[in-house]
C-alpha cells in the first residue's frame, strides 16, 4: 500500500495535536497534545522506513518513543509540583516567572 | 481491497476521530480515553506497516505506562479541574483552529506534491537479520549503540529528576497519636468517628445520607467529597419520617 495515506494521517495527527497545544489550558491537556504529536512523527518514521526499506526509521522512532517516556515523567513532576503550590493546573496561572 | 487497505480504513478514521475528540473534549480524563483510543489504533497501523516490535512496545509503553501515569496524575490533581472556557487572549481561541487547520493544509498539500517513489517494502531488510526484531536490534546494539546509552542516562536522569522534583521535605515533625487526640478533643465538636452512610433496601450506597433517631438526616455520614460534589442524596421528609415511625413502632413493640 502507497505510503502516501499513511503520511497524510501523520500530517492531520500532527496538526490536530498543534492546535491542542493552541487551544487547550489545562497543563496535562497539553501534554497529551505534545504526546500526540510525537506519536504522528513515530507514524511517519515507520511509514518512511517502508518506503526506504530498511529499519533506521524504526530504530529512530523508538528512540523518540524512549525520549518521550523521560519528557512525560519530568513534565508531571512538574506539572504536580506546581499543582502543590498553586493549586491548579492550569497554564494561566503560572506566571510569576514573567518580569 | 488488500488486508491492509482495509484495517487502514477502520482505524486511521478512528485514530484522528479519536485526536479530534481529545482536544475537543471538556473533561481531562475524557482526553485521556481519546488519546488511548488513538495510540492504540497507532500501534495497530505500526504492526500493519511491518513494525511489529514498535507496535507492541508502543502499546505497553504508551496506552500502558505513559497513560497510567496521566491518569494517575489526573487524579492526584483532582479530576473536577476542568478547563476554564475564559480567554484570557480575545480571539485565541479562533486563531488557534485557523492556525492548525492552516499547518494540516499545508503539510497534507506538500505530501500531495512529493513524488516518493515505489516502496521497497521491508521484507527484505527483515530477511537480511531473520526478524523485524533482529533487524532492530542489529541496528540498535551496532550502529546507534552510542546513542542507546546516552538515552538510557536521560531516562536515569529522567527519574531522579522526577524523584527531586516531587520530593517535599517535612518541615515540622509528624504529630504523635497523642498529639493528634488532644488535638480532636480540643478542636473538634465532634471527637468521635463520623457515622456510616445509611443503608436502605433500594439505596446501598455510599451517597445515602443515614437517619438519626428522629428521622432527621446526618449529613456528616456521607463522605465529604460526595457532599463537596453535590452527589449526596436527599432523602425526601416523607420517607424519613416513614423510616422514623418505623423505628418508634419497632421500639414499642
Known amino acids: 500500500m502507497n505510503p502516501d495515506a499513511y503520511l497524510a494521517v501523520s500530517a492531520m495527527l500532527f496538526a490536530i495535536g498543534a492546535t491542542g497545544v493552541l487551544l487547550r489550558r489545562n497543563a496535562i491537556v497539553v501534554f497529551m497534545c505534545v504526546e500526540l504529536m510525537l506519536n504522528a512523527c513515530n507514524l511517519a518514521f515507520v511509514s518512511f522506513s517502508r518506503l526506504n526499506g530498511n529499519l533506521e526509521g524504526q530504530t529512530v522512532a523508538f528512540f523518540v518513543m524512549v525520549v518521550a517516556a523521560a519528557e512525560v515523567v519530568v513534565g508531571l513532576a512538574i506539572i504536580v509540583q506546581i499543582f502543590r503550590t498553586r493549586r491548579s493546573a492550569s497554564v494561566d496561572d503560572a506566571n510569576l516567572l514573567r518580569h | 481491497m488488500t488486508g491492509e487497505q482495509v484495517a487502514f480504513w477502520i482505524l486511521a478514521p478512528i485514530a484522528v476521530l479519536g485526536a479530534i475528540l481529545m482536544v475537543g473534549s471538556k473533561k481531562a480524563v475524557h482526553s485521556a480515553l481519546w488519546l488511548a483510543a488513538t495510540m492504540i489504533s497507532l500501534a495497530f497501523l505500526y504492526i500493519a506497516q511491518g513494525a511489529v516490535f514498535l507496535g507492541i512496545v508502543q502499546i505497553v509503553v504508551y496506552t500502558g505506562a505513559i497513560m497510567m501515569l496521566f491518569l494517575f496524575v489526573l487524579m492526584l490533581v483532582g479530576v473536577d479541574a476542568s478547563d476554564s472556557l475564559v480567554e484570557t487572549l480575545r480571539g485565541q481561541r479562533v486563531a488557534g483552529v485557523l492556525l492548525g487547520l492552516g499547518l494540516g493544509?499545508?503539510?497534507?498539500?506538500?505530501?500531495?506534491?512529493?513524488?516518493?517513489?515505489?516502496?521497497?517494502?521491508?521484507?527484505?531488510?527483515?530477511?537480511?537479520?531473520?526478524?523485524?526484531?533482529?533487524?532492530?536490534?542489529?541496528?540498535?546494539?551496532?550502529?546507534?549503540?552510542?546513542?542507546?546509552?546516552?538515552?538510557?542516562?536521560?531516562?536515569?536522569?529522567?527519574?531522579?529528576?522526577?524523584?527531586?522534583?516531587?520530593?517535599?521535605?517535612?518541615?515540622?515533625?509528624?504529630?504523635?497519636?497523642?498529639?493528634?487526640?488532644?488535638?480532636?478533643?480540643?478542636?473538634?465538636?465532634?471527637?468521635?468517628?463520623?457515622?456510616?452512610?445509611?443503608?436502605?433496601?433500594?439505596?446501598?450506597a455510599v451517597d445515602t445520607p443515614a437517619l438519626l433517631p428522629d428521622g432527621s438526616v446526618a449529613e456528616e455520614s456521607v463522605p465529604l467529597v460526595l457532599r463537596v460534589r453535590g452527589d449526596a442524596r436527599h432523602p425526601t421528609p416523607e420517607a424519613t419520617s416513614e423510616v422514623a415511625g418505623e423505628l418508634t413502632r419497632g421500639e414499642d413493640a
Open chain 2, 105 to 204: 493544509v499545508l503539510m497534507v498539500l506538500g505530501l500531495g506534491q512529493a513524488s516518493l517513489g515505489d516502496t521497497a517494502g521491508l521484507d527484505a531488510a527483515n530477511a537480511a537479520a531473520g526478524s523485524n526484531l533482529q533487524g532492530l536490534a542489529q541496528e540498535m546494539f551496532t550502529r546507534y549503540v552510542f546513542a542507546f546509552e546516552v538515552v538510557s542516562v536521560l531516562l536515569i536522569t529522567a527519574a531522579v529528576g522526577a524523584m527531586v522534583l516531587t520530593h517535599r521535605e517535612r518541615l515540622e515533625p509528624r504529630p504523635s497519636q497523642r498529639e493528634l487526640s488532644e488535638r480532636r478533643f480540643l478542636d473538634g465538636p465532634y471527637p468521635g468517628p463520623l457515622p456510616p452512610p445509611g443503608v436502605y433496601a433500594r439505596h446501598n
